[in-house]
Nanobody
Framework: QVQLVESGGGSVQAGGSLRLSCAIS????????MGWFRQAPGKEREAVAT????????WHADAVKGRFTISRDNAKNTLDLQMNSLKSEDTALYYCAATTTYYTMCSAQRGGYNHWGQGTQVTVSS
């Protein structure tokens, strides 16, 4: 059973930084892909960044490229998202996701992940 628990959300002014962390209760080798998604009120859930379990190859959405960085700490069994230069449009509920289904490339679609955390709120004020 895979359990994902996010932490690190909060309120920050535009231009500030936050670091999200996701505690993963599973063996790292069982997770083919992990990622961060976000959902703003009235909008679809969208992928922010993904990382492939086998080799740490990452992908970042154009909207966050150069500002956000996904990484994982195998020693701590966490998935992290460093968010810099935050903008008001980054305000959303952020979810950690993982999949035990094999993919050669990590999906940027919600349906590509079969395990989800409960979400952590990020609010950026301008």
């Amino acid at each position: 059973q895979v359990q994902l628990v996010e932490s690190g959300g909060g309120s920050v002014q535009a231009g500030g930084s936050l670091r999200l962390s996701c505690a993963i209760s599973a063996y790292a080798y069982s997770l083919y892909c992990m990622g961060w998604f976000r959902q703003a009120p009235g909008k679809e859930r969208e992928a922010v960044a993904t990382i492939r379990g086998a080799d740490d190859v990452t992908w970042h959405a154009d909207a966050v490229k150069g500002r956000f960085t996904i990484s994982r700490d195998n020693a701590k069994n966490t998935l992290d998202l460093q968010m810099n230069s935050l903008k008001s449009e980054d305000t959303a509920l952020y979810y950690c996701a993982a999949t035990t289904t094999y993919y050669t490339m990590c999906s940027a679609q919600r349906g590509g992940y079969n395990h989800w955390g409960q979400g952590t709120q990020v609010t950026v004020s301008s």
